[in-house]
């Protein structure tokens, strides 16, 4: 039940507003076209099999009905109708489209981790602006709805509700903004710990170059040694006492290298090197914006 509830609750929610400005333009129409047909009957009475096919759209596709004076309002408000009705009609077809296509990447891409890493981040930032253009988009039936329908429906307008429709779209389209932003900014993690250059400690970084070439994983393009028990890798820029690291980044851990021998050493970094081999530094990078779990994603 709760399978089925889910999904239905989305497509509720898809639909709601599209679906409401969709039938306030049909009742605006039809009430429309039959005050058209009464006041025609009444000049016009022994037209009434005529007048009974007449509306107001195919009366003003007529040029010279369109140029009256008397009737260029009332065709200027239908042409508004027809787009609030078009525009309700797109609105759902695109949600639902949305989804879709969001969960076609997603069930194409679970099994292909590559594919995955490169489909996230372009497929987020789509994902968030078409949310953005979809929200304004129901934010403008919804007060389209509202005015012609209050006004050809009961003769009044609500602008308080009007207005509180355009500020809530305004607000979450802002906030969706801040999330795109916030994703697209980089990674960053902060270490107690000092960069081991390679030139003052060669037979490290000699034996650590050496193991990944064995393994077929990439390089580390720097070591980091602190006092953390942990043993780590990531790709997320690190800030260290001597500054800012970029690229991929290996911690070492001091307490735990003088309790392991050299065959428990080499076992922890050839599984840590493994991580720069399956990807998972780079999924870390890309998935986790909250960088003080990032190291976790990786270490021994």
């Not at 979809?134 to 003769?155: D, F, K, P, V």
């Not at 081991?196 to 037979?203: A, K, P, T, V």
């Not at 790709?235 to 428990?264: F, H, Q, W």
Request: hydrophobic letters at 50%; glycine letters at 8%.
């Amino acid at each position: 039940m709760k399978k089925f509830g889910r999904p239905f609750g989305m497509f509720a929610l898809l639909l709601a507003i599209p679906l409401i400005a969709f039938v306030a333009a049909e009742g605006i129409q039809w009430k429309s076209d039959s005050t058209l047909r009464q006041t025609l009957l009444k000049e016009f009475p022994d037209k009434a099999a005529t007048i009974n096919n007449v509306t107001v759209t195919s009366l003003c596709e007529n040029p010279d009905v369109r140029s009256d004076q008397g009737f260029s309002d009332v065709c200027s408000q239908n042409d508004n109708i027809g787009w609030m009705k078009s525009g309700a009609i797109f609105a759902a077809c695109f949600g639902i489209l949305m989804v879709a296509i969001i969960k076609l990447a997603g069930t194409v891409a679970r099994k292909r981790r590559t594919l995955l890493l490169l489909l996230f981040a372009p497929g987020l930032h789509l994902t968030m602006l078409a949310t953005s253009a979809l929200a304004l988009l129901y934010a403008a039936l919804g007060i389209a709805a509202l005015y012609y329908g209050e006004s050809a429906l009961i003769g009044r307008i609500h602008i308080g509700i009007m207005l509180a429709f355009g500020i809530g779209a305004i607000v979450a389209v802002g906030s969706l903004i801040r999330a795109q932003f916030i994703t697209v900014r980089r990674a960053s993690t902060t270490i107690i710990g000092k960069k081991l250059e390679r030139q003052q400690h060669i037979r490290l970084w000699s034996f650590i170059e050496t193991l990944a070439d064995r393994m077929g994983a990439e390089r580390p393009q720097s070591i980091v040694a602190g006092l953390e028990p942990n043993f780590y890798v990531t790709e997320a820029d690190v800030i260290c006492v001597d500054g800012k690291l970029r690229g991929r980044t290996m911690y070492i851990s001091l307490p735990l290298c003088r309790i392991l021998n050299a065959d428990e050493f080499t076992a922890v970094l050839g599984h840590e090197l493994g991580h720069y081999k399956g990807l998972d530094t780079k999924f870390s990078k890309r998935f986790f914006q909250s960088i003080e779990a990032l190291p976790k994603q990786s270490q021994a």
